[in-house]
């Protein structure tokens, strides 16, 4: 799982280096995969947001307007049945998903 991981930082680091103001989303269904890209993404530079099935909803729009309205942030890490239903992302242009097909 750990390559796949690094795999997705490099493809982020190679999404931002091309375009600075690119924003993304990182769908997983793993509880483990979100910690770990939550302790990965800042070692490597990137402001993020997550967003999980145990926020309230005040949490949840907090999350969704801190990804819409600050630059820096550029990735959003989104729990799959969180981030699955009743959320607008036209902020971002790019998704990925982690998960094997």
Avoid: Y
């Avoid at 190679?14 to 800042?42: G, N």
């Avoid at 990137?46 to 819409?68: C, I, K, N, P, V």
């Avoid at 630059?71 to 982690?98: D, M």
């Amino acid at each position: 799982m750990t390559t796949k991981l690094e795999a997705l930082l490099a493809h982020l680091t190679r999404t931002k280096a091309e375009d600075p103001t690119s924003k993304c989303l990182v769908f997983t269904q793993f509880k483990h995969t979100l910690e770990w890209l939550c302790s990965a993404l800042p070692a490597r530079g990137f402001a993020f947001r997550t967003l999980t099935g145990d926020m309230s909803q005040q949490q949840r729009e907090e999350a969704l307007l801190s990804f819409r309205d600050d630059p820096p942030t550029t990735v959003f890490v989104l729990s799959i049945r969180a981030g699955a239903v009743g959320i607008n992302l036209t902020e971002a242009n790019h998704g990925k998903c982690n998960e094997p097909l």
